[in-house]
């Protein structure tokens, strides 16, 4: 059964101290991992796509990792609006079409 | 382009009844998904269709029934509402496998 757990649940930073979150997945055949920015009453906001293991993606302080078994969202030196929940999703080639598993989130604060 | 919209914004429900939440997208996409947000569960998959008159279930489809008329348009019906189905409702566009998906801003309902 495909899974993703995402680590950790929360986590604090002070302006500009760099961190990173994690993505473990297991999936029967990896079509694509996502990466997604949530907002307090918003949707989902897409990051990163990422399709084999080694790709790396960035935008502005947030670069995304691939490996076999999981994924890194590393946020450098980051500012107090990159606040938000981050969430992870999979889709393998197993199984129903057009179905995305995701992660329950990290929700990241970044004080001033 | 607007995108991916929802309608309503919220909602409130007594057990029991029925109603309509609208999704529409301008994108010209072929698939598009109902999800629902709960807190400590991370979204989860209720329908998707890939195309007009396709649609098939998701992990959480019980309570629920959707249609695909048009390209544009893909309603959820909540069919006998429980208090079960207070939650988040997000729908979500995507041209083909691989692509980005792209989320609307959300249904809040609750049901008493």
């Known amino acids: 059964e495909d899974q993703v757990t995402q680590s950790p649940e929360a986590l604090r930073l002070q302006e500009g101290e760099s961190s990173s979150l994690n993505c473990s997945y297991t999936v029967s055949g990896l079509r694509g991992l996502f990466w997604y920015r949530q907002d307090p009453g918003k949707g989902p906001e897409f990051l990163f796509t990422?399709?084999?293991a080694g790709e790396e993606k960035e935008k502005e302080r947030l670069k995304a990792t691939l490996t076999k078994k999981e994924s890194f969202l590393h946020i450098t030196a980051p500012k107090p609006e990159d606040s938000a929940t981050y969430l992870c999703?999979?889709?393998?080639?197993?199984?129903?079409?057009?179905?995305?598993?995701f992660g329950t989130g990290t929700l990241l604060a970044v004080q001033p | 382009n607007a995108g991916v919209t929802q309608t309503p914004k919220f909602q409130v429900l007594k057990t029991g009844q029925s109603m309509t939440l609208q999704c529409a997208q301008d994108?010209?996409?072929?698939?598009m998904s109902w999800y629902r947000q709960d807190p400590g569960m991370g979204l989860r998959l209720i329908h998707y269709?890939?195309?007009?008159?396709?649609?098939d279930q998701g992990e959480v489809p019980n309570g629920y029934n959707v249609s695909r008329s048009t390209t544009e348009d893909f309603p959820l019906r909540l069919l006998s509402a429980a208090p079960s189905q207070t939650s988040v409702y997000f729908c979500?566009?995507?041209?083909?496998?691989?692509?980005?998906?792209?989320f609307g801003p959300g249904t809040r309902l609750t049901v008493l």
């Open positions: 269709s890939v195309g007009a008159g396709i649609t």
């Open positions: 994108m010209n996409h072929e698939y």
């Open positions: 979500a566009s995507r041209q083909g496998l691989e692509d980005t998906q792209y």
């Open positions: 999703a999979v889709e393998g080639y197993g199984g129903a079409t057009n179905k995305l598993i």
């Open positions: 990422l399709y084999s």
